[in-house]
């Protein structure tokens, strides 16, 4: 028999779907299939609305190679998993006369934990969570969760966290969760033949498609200790996140909280001696933190520097100790040491990389209003371990609505590790940049509107004017507005406001998880959601729900962000422009993922008259020091 084409493979997934070929998707699937036959790697922009999903999988099945997927967001990772590959893969069955399997794989965290449920967390006595399990009628709402939990155990097939619904808070979860570190192991665990976790790595390990998250990526990547399959081809969707989250991965963090947990855990099970060194390092760490100030720390005080190698040497001591050790007085103790030994090796491992010192490293001060002061530490860039454990061993596809800037990809790839464009490198890492476009009009959908009398915004005080002009496009549009504000603060003033103002519901963001305000946003077309950060990118709502989209301010990051201005100082002395290297970089892609929110499809249901922009218009509103910006978007004809 021949084998399919390639155009023939997409047009039956793309008929399966129940969607529209669109060149630019044909571009795509050409290209990734390029660069996978030749092993070199692609960053490909592909607008909102071209269908990347089915770009990068039909190609990949093809091949026939494991593939590993990872997205940035659960709401792609659940699409790609209960909806496209599924039928891609019904679709290239008959052609391909092979059925490819697929699997979903996160970090150990978010599954659920027999052992835990089971026997209980190793919890210190005056916390007593799990006595709830026991109350006959829990009222608290943790004892509920906890109970819920126990019950959606027998149900689940997957123990995935984000399978229970509605969902739990983060202080239930990990009562019935553990960290790889905490982990006993299979072999050692009464409960490792019915692991959740383990059982999502065979599947991982049987599949033909992986798909992920960008942390467990980056943890695969990093720490040197493999979580992932064995795969020939990485496809990076929601790429532009990617730097972002191997730089949370990559971060370390010391708090006197943490630091007294695993003084907590750890007494119990070593000797005296080593309990109080640990102990007196944690009281001359805890007393230098009261007096913390937020900022980036250039050189490390001496009294820090004290304090750190007294931190460490002591959990050295700790961690040695716990190896030699055992009480039998201690109910289920092999659980509760290696709570303990995870709790003590994270504190010596981020005291150790401070004290060490790193040119590559930036070190600050944080404080919180509700949780106190703690010491940071992150890598000013995360490129050469991109560059290294990324891109040597596999074929890579980046791929994103926002990746190219300034006409060009060379900013991306640079902060992935990768030389500019067209300059000879080691064939490791050669690649090429494809922008296959957005079905999407925008030259033709688009107005922008200038608001030159508005008042440059501030970083104290109320925008009154900026308020009622928002009252007034709010009301025009008939409410259908997503809100995307530059602080919590700012949004949740704003919400005040406006709830004051006007006769329709106002979502914030923190009031209800995200999952469920999205939902209600979208339920009602009056409805408006304001919020920060995370809805930049993560508002999937197509159709009359959102017609308006606000942004109050350029998206630069903080002036005082100590890794920001590290970063940006750091190119400024190398001889380049820090503000746009760094600064206006990190604006220009989240304006694109959040003015992105608004357009999310080609045309739109016709509909009757309404108050304001006539029927299928839709707005962006921007508001900036002395820049306002109104698109309006036809969706119709």
């Not at 699937?29 to 490909?44: K, R, T, Y």
């Not at 100790?321 to 201690?330: E, H, I, P, Y």
């Not at 074929?395 to 994103?400: D, R």
Request: aromatic share 4%; charged share 25%; glycine share 10%.
């Amino acid at each position: 028999m021949t084998k399919p084409s390639l155009p023939e493979l997409l047009h039956a997934a793309v008929t399966a779907v129940g969607g529209t070929e669109r060149p630019g998707q044909v571009a795509m699937a050409e290209a990734v299939a390029e660069v996978i036959d030749d092993g070199s790697h692609l960053l490909v922009q592909a607008g909102t609305g071209t269908g990347k999903s089915l770009g990068y999988l039909v190609p990949a099945l093809a091949h026939g190679e494991r593939v590993v997927v990872a997205t940035a967001t659960l709401a792609l990772q659940r699409q790609l998993v209960e909806r496209d590959l599924p039928r891609t893969v019904d679709a290239l069955h008959p052609l391909m006369r092979r059925r490819p399997q697929f699997a979903m794989l996160k970090g150990r965290s978010n599954y659920l934990c027999l052992h835990r449920l089971h026997e209980g967390a190793p919890q210190e006595e005056e916390e007593g969570l799990f006595d709830q399990f026991e109350a006959a009628a829990p009222t608290s709402k943790l004892g509920q969760d906890l109970l819920r939990m126990r019950d959606w155990a027998d149900e689940t097939e997957t123990g995935d966290r984000d399978d229970l619904t509605p969902g739990v808070s983060d202080r239930a979860w990990s009562q019935v969760s553990v960290s790889s570190r905490e982990c006993l192991g299979a072999s050692k665990c009464a409960y490792g033949a019915e692991c959740f976790a383990e059982a999502a790595r065979e599947r991982a390990k049987l599949a033909d498609v992986v798909v992920t998250n960008h942390a467990l990526l980056a943890i695969d990547a990093i720490e040197g200790a493999p979580v992932l399959p064995q795969h020939e081809v990485l496809i990076v969707d929601e790429a532009h996140e990617l730097v972002s989250r191997v730089t949370g991965v990559a971060t370390g963090e010391l708090t006197p909280g943490q630091v007294n947990r695993a003084v907590r855990r750890a007494a119990k099970l070593v000797n005296e001696k080593a309990a109080d060194q640990l102990q007196t390092a944690s009281e001359g760490f805890e007393r230098l933190m009261e007096l913390a100030l937020p900022g980036r720390l250039e050189e490390i005080p001496e009294d820090l520097g004290y304090a750190l190698m007294a931190l460490r040497d002591a959990a050295r001591t700790v961690i040695t100790a716990l190896g030699s050790t055992r009480d039998k007085s201690v109910q289920d103790e092999d659980a509760v040491r290696k709570q303990a030994l995870a709790s003590v090796e994270s504190i010596h491992d981020v005291a150790e990389r401070i004290t060490n010192g790193s040119e590559y490293d930036v070190v600050w001060y944080e404080r919180h209003d509700r949780f106190g002061a703690s010491l940071r530490v992150a890598p000013m860039s995360v490129s050469g371990l991109l560059r290294e454990k990324l891109f040597t061993e596999r074929s890579v596809i980046l791929t994103s609505a926002t990746l190219k800037l300034g006409g060009d990809f060379n900013g991306v790839g640079a902060s992935l590790g990768l030389a500019p464009e067209g300059i000879e490198s080691d064939d490791a890492t050669q690649w090429k940049g494809l922008d296959v476009g957005s079905p999407f009009d925008y030259g033709k959908q688009g107005i922008l509107y200038v608001a030159k009398h508005l008042a440059r915004p501030g970083r104290e005080g109320t925008r009154s004017d900026m308020l009622d002009e928002l009252t007034e496009l709010i009301e025009a549009a008939g409410g259908r507005t997503l809100g995307l504000f530059s602080s919590m603060r700012a949004a949740q003033s704003a919400a005040e406001e406006l709830r004051e103002r006007l006769d329709m519901p106002i979502l914030l963001q923190g009031e209800e998880t995200l999952g469920e305000l999205i939902k209600g946003f979208a339920a009602d077309a009056k409805t408006c959601l304001f919020g920060t950060l995370s809805l930049w990118q993560g508002v999937d709502v197509p159709g009359p729900s959102c017609q308006l989209v606000i942004m109050d301010k350029i998206p630069f990051p903080r002036p005082d962000d100590p890794l920001m201005s590290a970063r940006q100082k750091a190119v400024d002395e190398a001889g380049g422009n820090g503000f746009m290297a760094v600064a206006a970089t990190h604006a220009a892609l989240l304006m694109a993922q959040g003015a992105g929110r608004l357009v999310r499809r080609v045309r739109g249901p016709r509909g009757g008259r309404r108050p304001g922009p006539p029927a299928g218009h839709r707005a962006l509103w921007q508001l900036s020091a002395g820049l306002t910006a109104r698109l309006l978007v036809h969706d119709g004809p």
